[in-house]
């Protein structure tokens, strides 16, 4: 089974911070992808990736980079974090062609 | 991107059967559909995935017209562990898959 695991559940960080999120996936998956959940927002794609050192701005990128150094792991970085920020990220591996989309459970980010 | 539009909420009883129709109207030639189910404080779960006509598998069905501008999510007898929030997402299948959630819908089982 895809394990994705995201290396933190609960994360506060203060304003102008540099904040990482990690993630590891253990299923050797070219594509990886992160979002974050907002309340009546749904989903929304900030980065992804579909090679190592390889990256492609999603919908939402603005205040946001990436590192991608290893196939397996995918970091999303917050270089001055700010309180619109605050939010819940999530992480998601895909092999090639139709496969879907696996999840990490995610982390709850609060920036004050 | 294919953009979706899902109900928002649906309520039903335990035992029933639910449908949940997501729209996708401009739905490219390789763009799959696939549905996933979210519960509070986990990330989305896959559930099925379809190109045309119906795909079953052991949890669900999902049923897509010709047209493909729609389709609809089948669950036979939800349970309470049913609650949750079904997402339908419409992408294609290169290997980047960028693909765009609609809003979900919220599905409330009841006794």
């Known amino acids: 089974d895809v394990k994705v695991t995201q290396s933190s559940r609960y994360l506060v960080k203060r304003t102008g911070e540099k904040v990482f999120l990690e993630c590891v996936q253990d299923?050797?998956?070219?594509?990886m992808f992160w979002y974050r959940q907002d309340p009546g927002l749904g989903l929304r794609l900030i980065y992804f990736s579909y090679d190592v050192k390889m990256k492609e701005k999603g919908d939402i990128p603005e205040g946001y980079s990436v590192s991608r150094e290893k196939k397996e792991r995918f970091s999303l970085i917050l270089e001055s974090a700010s309180t619109n920020q605050t939010s819940m990220y999530l992480c998601?591996?895909?092999?090639?062609?139709?496969?879907?989309?696996?999840f990490g459970n995610g982390t709850r980010l609060t920036v004050t | 991107l294919a953009k979706t539009t899902q109900p928002i909420s649906m309520d039903s009883y335990e035992g029933q059967e639910v449908n949940i129709t997501c729209s996708h109207n401009?739905?490219?030639?390789?763009?799959?559909i696939t549905w996933y189910q979210q519960f509070p404080s986990q990330g989305p779960r896959f559930i099925i995935q379809?190109?045309?006509t119906k795909v079953t598998n052991e949890v669900a069905s999902l049923f897509i017209p010709a047209d493909r501008k729609s389709s609809t999510l089948s669950l036979p007898r939800v349970s309470l562990s049913d609650t949750a929030v079904y997402y339908c997402l419409v992408g294609d299948n290169t290997n980047a898959g960028k693909s765009t959630f609609g809003d979900g819908t919220t599905l409330t089982v009841k006794p």
């Open positions: 299923m050797d998956h070219e594509n």
């Open positions: 379809g190109y045309k």
């Open positions: 401009n739905i490219a030639t390789n763009d799959y």
């Open positions: 998601a591996s895909k092999g090639v062609g139709n496969s879907p989309l696996h």
